[in-house]
């Protein structure tokens, strides 16, 4: 089984709609990430979490929010969708001493 | 702010060639360098991290430097193989222990 697995894959919702995407994890570690990967802007990071109880903005956290239901939980939502909020979002992880990050398999969001 | 910048976005080589990606980031005060790979529709994996102390690491045929006085670092893949093409992500993480990266580079290896 993956260490760091995130559902949905694929999603398509229209404009306006509340969507959340999931992330969980098997490597028993404190840190979680959620990034989202536009073609030619690389990847961005909208929100991390160093503990259960420790929730931080990144880059691009606008019209987005998070929930860290458990060190090994951690969901991204769109309170309310729009189409510039089409890309490929993923969560990662890592250890309490700053290490290399583990990738979940991604999710391809469009929205309509 | 941060930057990562990797040059070339793009580059096509034939099978058995050696070559160099490149990475630069405009602030030397980093933990580490990490550099990944991403196959098309997948995540990332990790392939080497270099601490701010070191000067290098070694995994098979990749070797990765850094330069951290200069802001460089370089992957080099030996004896490049079809199944090295994938996108080259290079990142760097600072004190907030944040990873900022760059756009990647995009390596076909035709055999």
């Known amino acids: 089984d993956a260490d760091v697995t995130q559902t949905p894959r694929n999603r398509i919702t229209k404009t306006g709609k509340r969507i959340m995407l999931e992330c969980s994890q098997t490597?028993?570690?404190?840190?979680m990430y959620w990034y989202r990967q536009d073609p030619g802007l690389g990847l961005r990071l909208i929100y991390y979490s160093f503990d259960v109880k420790d929730i931080n903005k990144g880059e691009i956290s606008d019209g987005y929010s998070v929930s860290r239901q458990a060190q090994a939980k951690f969901s991204l939502s769109l309170e309310s969708a729009i189409p510039n909020q089409t890309a490929l979002y993923f969560c990662?992880?890592?250890?309490?001493?700053?290490?290399?990050?583990?990738f979940g398999p991604g999710t391809r969001l469009l929205v309509l | 702010k941060q930057e990562v910048t990797q040059i070339p976005a793009a580059l096509s080589v034939p099978e058995g060639e050696n070559l160099v990606l490149n990475c630069s980031f405009t602030?030397?005060?980093?933990?580490?360098l990490q550099w990944f790979r991403q196959d098309p529709g997948k995540g990332l994996t990790s392939l080497l991290l270099?601490?701010?102390?070191?000067r290098e690491q070694t995994s098979g045929r990749l070797n990765a430097s850094l330069d951290k006085s200069s802001g460089r670092s370089t992957l080099y893949i030996a004896a490049s193989q079809p199944g090295d093409s994938a996108t080259y992500l290079c990142?760097?993480?600072?004190?907030?222990?944040?990873?900022?990266f760059g756009k990647g580079t995009k390596l076909t290896v035709n055999p």
């Open positions: 990142a760097v993480q600072g004190g907030s222990e944040k990873l900022v």
């Open positions: 990662a992880t890592s250890a309490r001493r700053p290490e290399t990050q583990y």
């Open positions: 602030d030397s005060a980093i933990y580490n």
């Open positions: 490597k028993g570690h404190d840190r």
């Open positions: 270099i601490q701010s102390s070191q």
